[in-house]
């Protein structure tokens, strides 16, 4: 959750979650636009002995194995490009979560995938929470999450997938989720 907005009154609380719009799938992205492409021109090059790159003379390569090699990872390189820049262009995972105070309704929304499932919209009752839940796990693969414990539902996650969240901007998020809500806030 990086953004969030309270109304005048503190009677609705709105957390903006970041999707696949990060700047580090941007640069991933095109990294690997960038050397597909030079790897798929590598390959034509080497099939028509004609320099389509300024930095390389791939003319030099025998086609039959490494041009057709190379043009195979360029092909796999921007298939994989295309799908990250869709990815990137719906901003699936993207969202936000709502706790309204004037409905007495929650709002958990999120983009997806086009097709049948593109949003996916969660709404339960402010009464049904029960509490909000920290998750703290150190080592190779850290993982810091908030969820919203729901009567006779289990735990919703809150946070954005990826880079774990700062442990003071989780703690701060938490404690101000709980205390707007009226609920305890657990795993601290």
């Known amino acids: 959750m990086t953004a969030s907005s309270v109304s005048t009154e ?24 960038g050397g597909g492409l030079g ?15 300024p930095f390389s ?11 057709l090699v190379m043009g195979f990872y360029g092909v796999l390189a921007l298939l994989l490009a ?15 979560n709502e706790f309204n105070r004037d409905t007495g309704m929650l709002t958990i929304f999120r983009s997806g995938f086009p097709g049948k499932n593109r949003k996916i919209e969660v709404t339960h009752k402010l009464e049904d929470v029960q509490a909000i839940r920290v998750q703290i796990k150190e080592g190779l693969n850290p993982k810091r999450s908030l969820y919203l414990r729901i009567k006779g539902k289990g735990d919703i996650p809150l946070t954005r997938v990826g880079q774990p969240m700062a442990l003071a901007e989780l703690e701060t998020e938490g404690a101000e989720l709980a205390r707007f809500l009226g609920v305890p806030l657990e795993g601290l």
């Open 10 to 33: 503190s009677r609705v609380l709105r957390k903006t979650v970041v999707g696949s719009r990060r700047l580090s799938n941007y640069w991933w992205a095109t990294v690997i636009l």
């Open 39 to 53: 790897f798929l021109l590598s390959s034509i090059s080497s099939y028509l002995k004609v320099n389509l790159l």
């Open 57 to 67: 003379d791939p003319t030099q390569l025998v086609f039959i194995p490494q041009g």
């Open 82 to 96: 295309t799908y990250l820049w869709l990815v990137i262009l719906w901003d699936v995972g993207g969202g936000y």
